[in-house]
C-alpha cells in the first residue's frame, strides 16, 4: 500500500521512512518562512541565471530541480541569513551534498564570490 508522506509530499509504501528533515517549530522554520527569505531565494536563483552553480562549474547547465542553499547553516550563523556570499543556487542533488559535507564549503564560498563579483 502506498501513501502520500506528510514530510517530503511524495508518494511512498505505508512501510517506508521518509528521512527528509523538517523543521517543527524551530528558530530555523520561522526564518525560512519569512517574506525577506523567500525573496532573497528567489533573486539568489535569478543572480545564479537560474542554473546549479556547482553543475556550471563542471560545464554542465543544470536548471533543473534548483533550490537556494545556506553555505553556513542558519542554526549556525542566523545572522547570515539573507548574506548574497552565504548563499549558493545548487540542484537537489548538489544540495544534498553540501549538506552532507561532501563538498567543500570553500569551493562553496568562491563560487558564491564568483556569482556576486560578476554583476559588479
Known sequence: ???SCSKCGKIHS???KCNVRTYK???ERQLRNTYEWQQKSIEIREHANY???VCRDEGIYN???LEAHHITK???APYLLLDNYNLICL???????ADNNEIDKDYLINL???RENKDN
Open 1 to 3: 500500500m502506498y501513501k
Open 14 to 16: 505505508s512501510t517506508y
Open 25 to 27: 517549530d524551530s528558530k
Open 51 to 53: 542554473l546549479c552553480e
Open 63 to 65: 536548471y533543473n530541480n
Open 74 to 76: 542558519i542554526k549556525d
Open 91 to 97: 540542484c537537489s542533488e548538489h544540495h544534498k551534498k
Open 112 to 114: 558564491a564570490m564568483k
